[in-house]
C-alpha cells in the first residue's frame, strides 16, 4: 500500500507552514506506581491527507523537504510541551529523523526551553533506522544532546538485532522496547533480546520502557521482561495536553556526558597503563582472524570494526572473510588508505583525511552486547617483507576501552544515503559499452573482450546484462544459457526490461528487495517465480544481480547470472507443507489436551497454568487473585430423568452462562463432571473477598435461571466456593483446596435441586 496518498503542492505547504505541524502527548507511565513520569510528543500534520505522521514525512521525504519538516516537528513538540505545562517533574520525548541527525538545529529549541516558565526536561529518540545508515552522525547526535543536559533514547529495540549490536556504543538513558516484544508469543528472539536489553540495563542503569501495553496480559508481560515504563493505550492515547486523572512524578534518568572521541584512533583509545607488545604481522593476522570468528559466532548482535592501514592489505583472503562477516553479524565497517566507501556490498567505509593517525594502524574491534575484544596494533615502520613487518599492539578484552576505539572508528564512516560506489577492486572489469553501439552488449574487438564473450557464452548459468543508463535499463546481452531458461530467443528479449519475465505471482517482497539493492548499487541475491517461453511454463529462479560501474564511478550496467531451482523449491515447499500439518497436528493435540470438549472451556491444567501466572502477578504487583468452585445442584437428576444428551445440553448452557457473567480478562475452566472453576485477577486486595463473594453469588443466581433441555424446562442451582490469594493459600492447589471446602459449606447451607416440569 502506498504511504503517500493523493495530495497537492498545497497540501505540503500548508504542511510546512507556520502551525502547520502540531503535537499529541502520549503518557509515559512508571509500572509500580502508576504515576505519570513522562509523555512522548508525536507530530501530526494539518486535518486532510498528510495529517498521519507517515503520510506526511513521506510527502516531505519524497520532495527533498524532510530536514525542514523535522524542525517544525521538534520545535511544535517543545512549544506544546511549553504551553500544556508538560514540565518539570515531567520529561518531554522528542523523536529526530535518522537523515538529519548531524545536522539538526538545537538553537530554536534551546530559546524555547529557556523561556519556558519551569525547566523543559528532553529526552531526544533516535530510531534504529538510524543506526546502521548513519552512525558517525548518531554518535555526534549523542554527544551534543548530552551535552545539553538532555537524555538519550533508543526506540523499537527488539525489532531489528542491529539495536542490540549498538548499545554499548550508544549506551541509551532509555531503551524503549519494541511492541511486538509485549504483544507477541515469547520465543527465542524474544529471549536474546531481553538478555542483551538486561544485561545493558544491569552494567549501565539505563531504564528500560515497553511499548504496545493495552491490557493486563501485556502489563504483565513488560514487567516481566525487566521494564520499569510503560506506554500504550491502557494508560492513555495521544491527546493536546497532559492525561486527566492520572497523578504525575518525576523520571530519574542520570545522564552522562560523553567523552569527544572524534579524533582519536582506536590505537590512541588504550589506557597508559596497558602494557605493549611487539610482534610480526604473521602473529596479528592469525589473531585477527580469531576475532573476525568470534564474531561469526556471536552473530546479528554483533559490531565489527577495523582498519588496514592501505587498500593493498585488504586481500582476496580478507575479501571473502568480510563476505561472511556482512552475512553473519549486524554491522561491518573497514577502514584504510584508498578503500573506497563501500569495500564491499554492505561493508561500510570512510574517507579517511590524509593525517588521520588511523591509516598508521591495524586494527579489528569485536563488540557485542556480552563479548568485547580488541587487536589494537601501530605499525612501527619497519622495511623488509611485509609479514615480517613488526607492529606495536595490546589485545584487550576491556570492555570501556573496546567500546572507546569502536567509537573512535564508527564516528568516520561515511553516511549510507550519501555514500559513493565506486567500483571495489574485486569486481570485474566488464567492459561498458557505448549506448547503442554493439548489439549484444559486449565489444569483440580486443582479443580480451572476445574471450570474454566466449566465456559466457560456454557457461551453463544464465547470463544477462542490463544498461543502467538507457532508459527503462532494457537488457543488451544474453548468453545462449539464459535462452534457454526464459523458452526465448535473444531477439526477442534484447532490449525490453526483464521485468517481462517476472510472474505477477512472485514475492513481491523479494522483488522489493531486489530494487533496493539496485538503488543502492549494491549486489544481491533472491529467488524469484519467473515464466518460460510462450506458454509462460513457471519456473523458480536464483538470480544473482552484481552492479558495474565505470571509470567514474557511476553505474553502469548490471549482471544477472540465473539458475533454475524449481525442483528445490519444489522440495523444500513440500517440506514446509509437511511441516505446518505436523504442527497443525500437534497444536490439535495440545488444544484437545487442554481443552474440555464437551464445552470448549479450558480445563482445570490449562486454568492452573493460568492462575499460575496471575499468581506470578499479584506477588510482584499490588493486586490479587481469588478462585472460584462452582458445583451445579441437581445435576444428577436431569441425567437420570432426561439422558446423557440433555445433561450434556446443560453443561453447555451454564458455560456460556457463566461466561456471559464474567469480566474479558476473568478465567474460566470446566473441572469435570458437574464442576467449573473461576478465577478473578487483578483484583484489589483490600475489596477482593467481598468483590469475590458478590460475583460467586451473581453467578450462583444466573445459573438458577430455568432454561430448556431435552425439549423440557430444567431448574438445578449451584453452591460457589471462594478462596483468596494470599490469605487462603499462597500457591494453586491450596486455594483450589480452601475454595472446595468454602463451596461445601455453602452447600450445607442452601441446596438446591433439579424440578423437571412434566
Known amino acids: 500500500m502506498d504511504l503517500i496518498p493523493e495530495h497537492s503542492d498545497s497540501d505540503l505547504a500548508a504542511a510546512l507552514s507556520d502551525g502547520g505541524v502540531r503535537s499529541v502527548f502520549q503518557p509515559i507511565v512508571e509500572l509500580d506506581t502508576g504515576r505519570v513520569v513522562a509523555y512522548e510528543a508525536l507530530a501530526r500534520g494539518p486535518q486532510g491527507p498528510l495529517e498521519r505522521p507517515d503520510r506526511l514525512f513521506a510527502a516531505a ?45 538545537l538553537d530554536d529549541l534551546l530559546a524555547i526551553a529557556e523561556r519556558a516558565p519551569r525547566d523543559l526536561r528532553v529526552v531526544l529518540e533516535i530510531t534504529e533506522r538510524a543506526l546502521a545508515a548513519r552512525p558517525a552522525e548518531l554518535l555526534r547526535t549523542v554527544e551534543r544532546v548530552r551535552s545539553l543536559g538532555w537524555g538519550v533514547a533508543v526506540d523499537d529495540v527488539g525489532a531489528d538485532s542491529m539495536s542490540l549490536a549498538f548499545l554499548p556504543l550508544l549506551s541509551p538513558d532509555v531503551i524503549k522496547l519494541d511492541l511486538r516484544l509485549v504483544q507477541d508469543r515469547p520465543g527465542p528472539a524474544v529471549a536474546e533480546i531481553m538478555n542483551a536489553v538486561n544485561a545493558h540495563a ?19 508481560t513488560a514487567r516481566a521482561l525487566g521494564a520499569t515504563l510503560g506506554q500504550g ?36 583509545c588504550l589506557p597508559a597503563s596497558v602494557p605493549l607488545r611487539r610482534s610480526v604481522k604473521s602473529l596479528l593476522i592469525e589473531l585477527s582472524k580469531q576475532l573476525e570468528r568470534e564474531a561469526m559466532r556471536l552473530g546479528d548482535t554483533c559490531v565489527v570494526a577495523s582498519t588496514f592501514q592501505e587498500a593493498r592489505h585488504f586481500t582476496p583472503s580478507t575479501i571473502q572473510r568480510y563476505r561472511d562477516l556482512v552475512e553473519r553479524t549486524g ?37 557485542s552486547p556480552h563479548f568485547s575484544a580488541a587487536l589494537l596494533a601501530r605499525d612501527l615502520g619497519d622495511d623488509g617483507p611485509d609479514l615480517e613487518r613488526t607492529f606495536e599492539y595490546a589485545l584487550t578484552y576491556d570492555r570501556a576501552t573496546v567500546t572507546r576505539a569502536a567509537h573512535a572508528l564508527l564516528t568516520r564512516v561515511v553516511p549510507r544515503s550519501t555514500a559513493a560506489l565506486p567500483a571495489a577492486p574485486q569486481r570485474p572489469a566488464l567492459p561498458v559499452p557505448a549506448p547503442g553501439v554493439a548489439p549484444d552488449g559486449l565489444r569483440t574487438g580486443p582479443d580480451g573482450d572476445a574471450l570474454l564473450r566466449s566465456a559466457l557464452s560456454a557457461t551453463t548459468s544464465g547470463v544477462a546484462i542490463a544498461d543502467m543508463r538507457l532508459p527503462d535499463q532494457p537488457l543488451i546481452y544474453v548468453n545462449d544459457a539464459f535462452e534457454a531458461l526464459a523458452g526465448l530467443s535473444r531477439e526477442e528479449v ?110 482445570r491444567r490449562r486454568l492452573e497454568e493460568q492462575v499460575e501466572a496471575a499468581l506470578w502477578t499479584a506477588r510482584t504487583g499490588s493486586d490479587t487473585v481469588a478462585l472460584l468452585f462452582v458445583d451445579l445442584n441437581g445435576f444428577k437428576a436431569v441425567n437420570d430423568d432426561l439422558g446423557h444428551a440433555a445433561g450434556d445440553e446443560v453443561l453447555q448452557t451454564v458455560a456460556r452462562t457463566l461466561r456471559g457473567r464474567l469480566r474479558r480478562g476473568d478465567l474460566l475452566a470446566r473441572l469435570g463432571g458437574d464442576e467449573f472453576l473461576v478465577a478473578l485477577p487483578g483484583l484489589d486486595p483490600r475489596e477482593a473477598a467481598g468483590e469475590a463473594r458478590r460475583v460467586a453469588d451473581d453467578l450462583a443466581a444466573a445459573v438458577a435461571v430455568p432454561t430448556e433441555a431435552g425439549g423440557r424446562e430444567v431448574r438445578i442451582g449451584a453452591s460457589v466456593g471462594v478462596a483468596v490469594y494470599p490469605a487462603d493459600g499462597e500457591e494453586f492447589d491450596a486455594l483450589l483446596h480452601r475454595a472446595d471446602m468454602d463451596m461445601y459449606a455453602q452447600k450445607t447451607a442452601r441446596r438446591g435441586r433439579l424440578v423437571p416440569q412434566r
Open 202 to 220: 544491569e552494567r549501565t542503569g539505563a531504564l528500560v520502557l515497553a511499548e504496545g501495553i493495552e491490557n493486563e496480559a501485556h502489563l504483565a
Open 61 to 105: 521525504r519524497a520532495a527533498g523537504r524532510l530536514a525542514e519538516l523535522d524542525e517544525l516537528c521538534r520545535a511544535a513538540a517543545f512549544r506544546g510541551a511549553v504551553e500544556q505545562g508538560l514540565l518539570a517533574p515531567l520529561t518531554v520525548f522528542v523523536n529526530v529523523e535518522p537523515e538529519v541527525l548531524d545536522s539538526a538545529p
Open 233 to 268: 493505550w491502557m494508560f492513555g492515547r495521544p491527546g493536546p495536553g497532559a492525561a486527566p486523572g492520572l497523578p504525575t512524578g518525576e523520571l530519574a534518568v542520570a545522564t552522562v556526558p560523553n567523552a569527544a572521541l572524534v579524533d582519536i584512533s582506536p590505537f590512541g
Open 494 to 603: 534484447l532490449g525490453r526490461n526483464c521485468r517481462f519475465l517476472q510472474s505477477p505471482d512472485t514475492d513481491p517482497a523479494a522483488v522489493a528487495r531486489i530494487r533496493a539493492a539496485i538503488d543502492r548499487g549494491e549486489e544481491c541475491r533472491e529467488t524469484v517465480l519467473n515464466l518460460r517461453g510462450p506458454d509462460r511454463e513457471p519456473w523458480w529462479n536464483e538470480i544473482h544481480l552484481a552492479p558495474v560501474f565505470d571509470a567514474d564511478g557511476v553505474l553502469a550496467q548490471y549482471i544477472g547470472v540465473q539458475h533454475d531451482v524449481t525442483a528445490r523449491v519444489t522440495a523444500e515447499r513440500a517440506l514446509l507443507q509437511e511441516r505446518d500439518r505436523n504442527r497443525a497436528f500437534l497444536a490439535r493435540i495440545e488444544e484437545l489436551a487442554y481443552t474440555d470438549p464437551l464445552t470448549g472451556l479450558p480445563n
Open 331 to 367: 554491522f561491518v565497517c573497514a577502514l584504510g588508505e584508498d578503500l573506497p566507501v563501500e569495500p564491499l556490498p554492505g561493508v561500510r567505509g570512510a574517507a579517511l583525511d590524509p593525517a588521520d593517525p588511523v591509516r598508521g594502524e591495524w586494527d579489528v574491534v569485536v563488540l
